[in-house]
């Protein structure tokens, strides 16, 4: 049986939103979807602060949270096939071990826990940092202007899984696909202690996005994909190229990621201020020297 679309759902507006973007995701590769609470029996609730039917109102709540969630994902695609899932323990861990056995994992942006001023909340940060699978977060407040997919690229290996994920969307949206290069001259040319000429750079910089998009060019040949090289920094160039867009897609352990980081500044940044939904898709964990982190 094929691994299904994992979402988290907890009541709020950002899960409302993840769970339609899953119940479409599901409809457009053909997978079940999987619907899942977790619920969190706080550490200071316990023997010495008893809440009288605490225990009790959160089972039930999450309970009703599903069901929400199923009559969502049915009202957008009556016929498809729908399981639920209440478990125990933190929502963030229990949505990373459930991304071992899910093809794709989605969540909302910020949950109820969230506060005001926070664009991504702690459940989305840990589950980006740590799921096995592609992590997708979406927004309650996003109107893509146009269906086009933006996946970030620094010409390293770790790309690839992006790109690959990047030009399978695309192509089950029938969108273009734009990559996106942002990359800033070194100190050392501006303050003039490195002599080179910035438009010799940029064409070196060219050369290698376009090789990076070659093979899976040839893989999709029915998607329009073109490039764009960006003199800012990558989380700037990002975020503005979300600005249109209907998903961005961004991959771990790119250029400059550092190895005891769980979530990199690059992914970070976009997560946080990107205005559409964000993709972060893993390198192969077989693949990895060093301890997993994204970029």
């Not at 899953?22 to 590769?29: G, N, S, Y």
Request: aromatic content about 6%; proline content about 7%; hydrophobic content about 45%.
């Amino acid at each position: 049986m094929a691994n299904p679309i994992v979402v988290g759902a907890d009541g709020s507006p950002s899960a409302a939103a993840a769970v339609e973007w899953a119940a479409d995701e599901a409809v457009r590769k053909e997978l079940p979807l999987k619907v899942v609470h977790a619920v969190y029996h706080l550490p200071y609730v316990g023997a010495t602060y008893v809440v009288p039917g605490l225990e009790d109102a959160l089972t039930r709540a999450g309970r009703r949270f599903l069901e929400e969630a199923e009559r969502l994902a049915w009202a957008r695609h009556p016929d498809m096939d729908t399981s639920v899932a209440l478990l125990d323990g933190p929502p963030g861990r229990v949505l990373a071990a459930q991304s071992a056995q899910a093809s794709e994992l989605v969540v909302g942006g910020r949950g109820r826990g969230g506060f005001v001023g926070m664009l991504l909340g702690s459940v989305s940060a840990h589950v980006a940092g740590h799921a096995a699978a592609p992590v997708v977060v979406v927004r309650p407040d996003y109107t893509p202007m146009r269906a086009e997919v933006v996946v970030g690229i620094d010409g390293s290996a770790e790309c690839e899984p992006a790109l690959g994920y990047a030009f399978e969307q695309a192509r089950l949206l029938g969108c273009p696909l734009r990559a996106v290069y942002g990359w800033q001259l070194p100190s050392e040319i501006s303050s003039g202690w490195f002599v080179r000429d910035s438009e010799d750079v940029q064409r070196m910089r060219d050369r290698l996005v376009m090789g990076a998009l070659a093979t899976w060019r040839a893989t999709y040949p029915d998607v329009p994909a073109d490039v764009k090289v960006i003199h800012d920094h990558p989380v700037t160039a990002l975020v503005e190229a979300s600005r249109d867009a209907a998903l961005l897609v961004v991959g771990s352990r790119g250029r400059g990621a550092v190895g005891s980081a769980v979530l990199g500044s690059v992914s970070r940044g976009v997560l946080h201020h990107a205005r559409c939904p964000v993709a972060v898709v893993r390198h192969p964990p077989a693949a990895d020297t060093t301890t997993p982190a994204v970029h």
